[in-house]
């Protein structure tokens, strides 16, 4: 494995569309994390971790009806506790391409636990106005809410659950000195790409 390329950041910012487009653009393998991040949370339940544990019990009433600020605080908790996972899996990739991998996983802190140098990281986080026009146009978003009492409030918490990571993901990225994107959405997708190109040093391999 050549070298692997972190996307880390918040929900619907342009992470997945910029891996997807680079990996075809520089033949990289693309490893998406929320591919299996249900598979990471069960496993982490299994092994006794407590955030993981919880939120596999929670019903969605229970889930998106509590306070915004503790859903964010037991985020991150989560990506704590499944963040050996995620690294073996990676580790497992049998390829001789470069990878590139995206995930709001990867937070700056754990990165920098990890000893990930400041070229090979980068994070994109949205504008609250972006994200939520974004959300309100994915099909799953219903479906998730189903089983809440006021589904207008549920996704507002969610809404202000997602701001709230990214703000703290921005301010990780300024004390850890990691490269981070904010998409307010006057940023086509193009651009975004290129931006993240540039970083990793793409635009030039090869």
């Not at 802190?109 to 140098?117: A, E, F, S, V």
């Amino acid at each position: 494995m050549a070298a692997t390329y972190y996307i880390g950041g918040s929900p619907c910012a342009g992470k997945s569309t910029a891996a997807e487009i680079l990996s075809r653009r520089y033949g990289l393998y693309y490893f998406k994390v929320d591919d299996f991040l249900e598979h990471y949370i069960r496993q982490g339940a299994l092994e006794g971790y407590p955030i993981c544990g919880k939120i596999l019990e929670l019903t969605a009433e229970q889930t998106w009806m509590r306070d915004p600020q503790l859903q964010c605080e037991e985020e991150f908790q989560i990506y704590e506790e499944i963040f050996k996972y995620v690294l073996a899996d990676l580790e497992r990739v049998d390829c001789k391409k470069s990878v590139i991998t995206e995930g709001a996983a990867y937070v700056p802190k754990l990165m920098k636990r990890l000893g990930i140098p400041h070229r090979r990281y980068i994070a994109v986080t949205p504008a609250k106005e972006f994200q939520i026009s974004h959300y309100k146009k994915r099909e799953f978003v219903p479906y998730v809410l189903e089983g809440c009492s006021d589904r207008e409030k549920a996704f507002s918490n969610w809404m202000d659950r997602d701001i709230l990571f990214a703000e703290e993901v921005q301010k990780q990225c300024g004390e850890e000195k990691y490269a981070s994107i904010f998409n307010d959405g006057s940023i086509k997708i193009e651009e975004l790409v290129n931006r993240v190109a540039i970083h990793f040093g793409l635009n030039h391999a090869g």
